[in-house]
């Protein structure tokens, strides 16, 4: 079965330092997505990304933080200067036509 | 502000029988309700979708919507410990909008 996978599963940086986090969608999705999970919180919507462009970004989503689909695979956050309170658990998720938006295990980022 | 509202639990039912999961949302313009089983430590899993007022089946999940209540419910049937788990309703507007989540609700399965 398809699924979402993202890399690293663990990432440590220091406060200031400039973190990617990588995902591969379900490979017929054309829908992209990246939420995070603050320890013992909701999830909470970051960037929605479609056709190349982005077509949603919360509050959160501010100038340090970037998407990109280097190529045909690949969807990728760029954390610019990381901040203590960016520690948390990254999902990406991807849906094709119909909406039903899938996740992947997750990466777990830690600013210390 | 657009919420998602769950009891957070714990909710604590005995193997075997019925558990209940509530979800009431905000937003009116809401059309598409999902629930999530998130394990802890682990991502959400989508294990039902309904678009449409009513009772939607898949194997022991019932998710059952009323619109104009504003309310979302899933049941398991015949619950099994591996049940146990944390439950994320989440909505959105239109098929490939945002999903706005609520915090969940902690279900445990007493053997």
């Known amino acids: 079965e398809p699924e979402v996978t993202q890399t690293p599963s663990h990432q440590v940086t220091q406060m200031g330092q400039e973190v990617i986090l990588r995902c591969v969608p379900i490979s017929n999705h054309l829908y992209f997505y990246w939420y995070r999970q603050i320890l013992g919180q909701k999830v909470e919507f970051l960037v929605s990304?479609?056709?190349?462009?982005?077509?949603?970004k919360s509050e959160i989503f501010d100038d340090q933080f970037s998407v990109e689909r280097p190529d045909g695979s690949n969807f990728t956050l760029k954390i610019r200067s990381t901040k203590l309170e960016d520690s948390a658990m990254y999902f990406c998720?991807?849906?094709?036509?119909?909406?039903?938006?899938?996740f992947g295990p997750g990466t777990r980022l830690t600013v210390t | 502000q657009k919420e998602v509202e769950q009891n957070s639990g714990p909710l604590s039912v005995p193997e075997g029988a019925i558990a209940s999961l509530n979800c009431t949302y905000s937003?009116?313009?809401?059309?598409?309700f999902f629930w999530y089983r998130q394990y802890s430590g682990k991502s959400p899993e989508l294990i039902m979708f309904?678009?449409?007022?009513g009772d939607k089946e898949d194997g022991r999940f019932t998710a059952q919507l009323n619109k104009a209540s504003q309310y979302v419910s899933l049941l398991i049937r015949d619950s099994q410990p591996s049940d146990s788990a944390t439950y994320l309703c989440a909505v959105n507007r239109f098929g490939n909008e945002k999903l706005t989540f609520g915090t969940g609700t902690r279900l445990t399965i007493i053997p």
């Open positions: 309904i678009y449409s007022n």
């Open positions: 998720a991807s849906s094709e036509q119909l909406g039903e938006q899938y």
């Open positions: 990304f479609y056709n190349n462009e982005i077509s949603e």
């Open positions: 937003d009116r313009g809401s059309q598409s």
